[in-house]
């Protein structure tokens, strides 16, 4: 029987991956991103077939790679992990750089970035695997620490969106079988609980439009913790 806590052992970071250029672009979060060679040096960069992102990169043949901090604002991982680029402008208001392929380049709670000319595209079932070679990288701040899953998981209680490689139901995770009690209901993007007795709310009362308070995650995200 497989054990699913063995597969979180796995090392893996976390990223905000782009796409477009000066007219419109999107992103994800992404912790599926790993150099492939080093003559030229390559990277690989998992998108989810039906992630909005993944067009605008087949379109645009780049893509961007911004390495996040373990201070990473929780706002950001709301934003680019549990929103989607169909509905929802995510690029506004944030600090964006243009690379020299025209990618937009994330630059909040970044330590450094990639920026990458796909060239190759492979099917590997529910995603796309992107090849890019390398075209650029810069470091943005050398004093922070690059957040990895595991410490997501566990210092920002957050679990892994529902289009990512990693994405497990909740039901099999070990964590959540932790009896809490009723009326309550979890973040997946920030790990914030909603106490139906604290804010003296019924949850499914709440609009559709309500967001998490924490990190702007959309009210669809939140799962009851039994």
Known sequence: MINIEAMFKITYGLYVVCSGDKESG?????????????????FAAACHKNNFTSGVIVKNNCFSVSILHKETDPELF????YKSGKDYSKLDGMEIKYGE????????DAIAYLEC?????????SHWLFIGELADAQIVNEQKEPIT??????????????????????S???????QVGPGNYKCAACGYIFNENKEGVIFTGL???????VCGADKKVFREIL
Not at 28 to 42: D, E, G, L, R
Not at 117 to 125: A, E, I, R, S, T
Request: hydrophobic residues 30%; glycine residues 8%; proline residues 8%.
């Open 207 to 213: 609009p559709d439009k309500w967001t998490c308070p």
């Open 149 to 170: 899953y595991d410490y997501y998981r566990k210092i920002n209680k957050g679990a892994a969106p529902q289009n990512a490689p990693t994405y497990i139901e909740s």
């Open 101 to 108: 392929t025209g990618v937009p380049i994330v630059l909040n």
């Open 172 to 178: 099999e995770l070990v964590d959540e079988k932790e």
């Open 26 to 42: 999107n992103g994800f979060i992404s912790n599926t991103v790993f150099q492939v060679s080093s003559k030229p040096a390559k």
């Open 117 to 125: 000319k796909v060239v190759q595209k492979l099917d590997v079932g």
């Open 78 to 81: 709301g934003r680019f992990g």
